[in-house]
């Protein structure tokens, strides 16, 4: 019995000795673990702190690329310091030599906005009048040229200040998606991209950017005289009594506006003869414009999805400064002028069952392409399942409100 007990005491000692062991074994760890546990809290601080700084400095220097883009683009310079690294330009005419004063002032800007136009020789006048009245406000000017003629332009005392870029038959919109990248533009604060045929007698350029600045417009364009030709929507009509509108009231026609009309044509849109765009806003219409889709039809009701914000209010007509619309069709007309057809040449030419109509062509060339706007615009639509569109969540909101203010009632 006593050997027993002697043996259940021993077990006891034993069992104490090793958890008393063991404690203190952990213990003696507890300052490692710590240690560990700092260092690596600290190499993971520090990575993800040079990925923050590597992101960023990607997006400044690759600001419009997709993340896809900017990285590829990102290992492709990986052979030049990133400091000389310049992955902006601009549209700014550079003399071959300068003076030592003007050669300090090798990066600074004097124009800060840039009117593009495409023109044709038979609208010089009139190109003319426009240029006249935007060249003294320090605007960047561009002329597309789509009849090939830059010879006629020289005797103008403005013609080697502005930019010449020539392709024949070539659109607004062709030579925007190819000549304006953002990347580009990026110094102006504001893009004027206008048809040659718009009369300006009425319109001033500074006076319209003040309005457009204080009236917080991402995208705009003058209102239209009354008396102009080829009026489409009535939203474009000037109105009198006010400085800007932003919707209109109309229920005649197929399309009824009112109150509750919340989208183009009736508010958040303007016409693609004189729009007038941020540089944020330019950024992402650069981006909407179809490469191979030239006339750009369809375009102008999805503009507001690129007015950075609420298109209801950052889109916008002046009606202070506006414009005269001539409607005048030249575009696929404008070539050289023909030799001067016999009386045969031309009789057979009109009773040819093949007679070629410019225009119609022309017409039913951009009605097609409307159509296939309007089928890639609802297929990237379906095909992103995490783009929300916007103004339906700021539509179905509305309509909460109104039914209950007239419940409240």
């Not at 110094?187 to 457009?212: C, S, T």
């Not at 040819?352 to 615009?377: M, N």
């Amino acid at each position: 019995m006593k050997s027993s007990f002697k043996s259940w005491r021993w077990l006891i000692r034993k069992r104490n000795a090793l958890a008393d062991g063991g404690c203190g074994f952990r213990m003696r760890q507890l300052p490692f673990m710590g240690v560990v546990c700092t260092v690596t809290l600290f190499i993971v601080y520090r990575i993800t702190n040079y990925q923050y700084q590597q992101t960023e400095m990607d997006g400044i220097l690759q600001p419009f690329d997709s993340i896809k883009e900017s990285h590829l683009r990102s290992r492709n310079l990986d052979g030049l310091p990133r400091g000389i690294i310049q992955a902006r330009s601009d549209l700014e005419l550079r003399p071959l030599w300068a003076t030592s004063s003007s050669r300090s002032k090798v990066n600074g800007y004097c124009n800060r906005n840039l009117l593009a136009m495409p023109v044709g020789i038979k609208q010089k006048r009139n190109v003319n009048a426009i240029v006249q009245k935007f060249l003294p406000e320090n605007f960047t000017i561009i002329l597309f040229h789509y009849d090939g003629n830059v010879d006629g332009w020289w005797d103008l005392d403005w013609n080697n200040k502005a930019i010449h870029i020539v392709a024949q038959n070539q659109t607004k919109w062709w030579f925007a998606k190819r000549f304006l990248h953002p990347d580009v533009v990026s110094i102006y604060d504001y893009i004027f991209l206008w048809d040659e045929d718009l009369g300006v007698e009425h319109f001033n350029p500074r006076r319209y950017l003040d309005i457009v600045k204080k009236e917080g417009l991402e995208i705009s364009q003058p209102a239209l005289d009354p008396n102009s030709t080829d009026i489409h929507h009535r939203i474009t009509i000037r109105a009198r009594a006010k400085k800007v509108h932003r919707r209109v009231y109309d229920l005649r026609g197929s399309v009824k506006c009112s109150d509750s009309s919340e989208g183009p044509p009736c508010t958040g849109f303007v016409e693609g003869m004189a729009p007038v765009f941020s540089r944020s806003a330019w950024h992402c219409t650069w981006h909407l414009i179809q490469n191979d889709l030239v006339h750009g039809w369809g375009m102008d009701m999805k503009l507001g999805y690129c007015a950075q914000g609420d298109r209801t209010r950052n889109v916008g007509v002046v009606d202070r400064e506006y414009i005269l619309h001539k409607g005048i069709q030249t575009l696929g007309g404008s070539g050289p002028p023909a030799k001067k057809a016999s009386n045969y040449d031309e009789l057979t030419k009109k009773h040819s069952a093949t007679a070629f109509d410019v225009r119609t062509e022309i017409r039913r060339q951009s009605t097609w392409e409307l159509q296939i706007f309007k089928e890639r615009w609802n297929q990237a639509v379906e095909e992103d399942k995490n783009w929300v569109d916007p103004f339906k969540q700021d539509q179905r909101r509305r309509r909460r409100k109104r039914q209950n203010r007239i419940f409240n009632f």
